[in-house]
């Protein structure tokens, strides 16, 4: 019973002590302030971007289109493949001539 006598002590006790504290007085343009400055930094975090606009990342894109359409050409010719074939051979990289444990 004792024990149930101090907690209830205790809650009293901090129960009272909220009726001490004063009511905090706010600025009325407290909100206003705030929020300007929170939208102040929004706008230099997005500044650090600001150079890549829509016109340069169109630019880039017609860019890379360009240069993986040559690329595919590039790879479809047969000037490529004889290319690509001489170089093989000539340091011993086709698989033509060459037999593999791997192959049986």
């Known amino acids: 019973m004792n024990a149930n006598k101090n907690i209830q002590d205790k809650i009293d006790s901090t129960l009272n002590a909220l ?5 905090v007085q706010v600025s009325p343009f407290f909100k206003d302030k705030t929020m300007q400055k929170m939208f102040a930094e929004k706008q230099t975090i997005s ?22 359409v040559y690329a595919i050409r590039q790879i479809k010719s047969t000037k490529y493949n004889e290319a ?21």
């Open 47 to 68: 500044k650090s971007w600001s150079w890549f606009t829509p016109q340069l990342q169109l630019a880039t894109l017609a860019c890379v289109v360009i240069v993986n």
């Open 84 to 104: 690509i074939s001489s170089f093989a051979s000539d340091y011993g990289l086709s698989s033509e001539s060459e037999s593999s444990l791997f192959n049986l």
């Open 19 to 23: 009726d001490t504290l004063n009511s």
